[in-house]
């Protein structure tokens, strides 16, 4: 397996909404989840996962509340509200309907192409 990709601009957001859909999770517990889930092709930075994560917060579309994490340290937990699951639904729907656009691109042969 090579270099883990970098998550491509504007992805970042559905990603930690699906992350935090599968339970509730602290910050870095959510880097991890993205990781685990893409088999580690994937590489989320931390310094573009807080501001994130407080992006989604101030929409309204994550939650948090102060935990314990497993290393007995105080750690903040987040979870998806109703309004996220919502958008998570509609940047799927989105990222569905760009990926057949770009296939296609990519599929064209030159005939095609006039």
């Known amino acids: 397996m090579g ?8 992805t970042l957001d559905m990603l930690i909404l699906k992350a935090a859909s599968l339970g509730p999770l602290h910050g870095y517990g959510i880097l991890l989840r993205i990781q685990q889930i893409s088999n580690g092709r994937l590489e989320i930075l931390q310094g573009s996962l807080y501001p994130a994560l407080y992006r989604l917060e101030h929409q309204g579309w994550i939650t948090s ?5 497993e290393n ?43």
């Open 65 to 69: 509340e102060w935990g314990e994490s």
């Open 3 to 10: 270099k883990p990709l970098e998550v491509l601009q504007g």
């Open 72 to 114: 007995k340290r105080k750690a903040k937990y987040y979870r998806l509200t109703a309004a996220g699951k919502r958008q998570l639904q509609a940047e799927k729907e989105k990222w569905s309907l760009m990926s057949e656009v770009i296939d296609g691109i990519l599929s064209a042969v030159p005939e095609e192409a006039r």
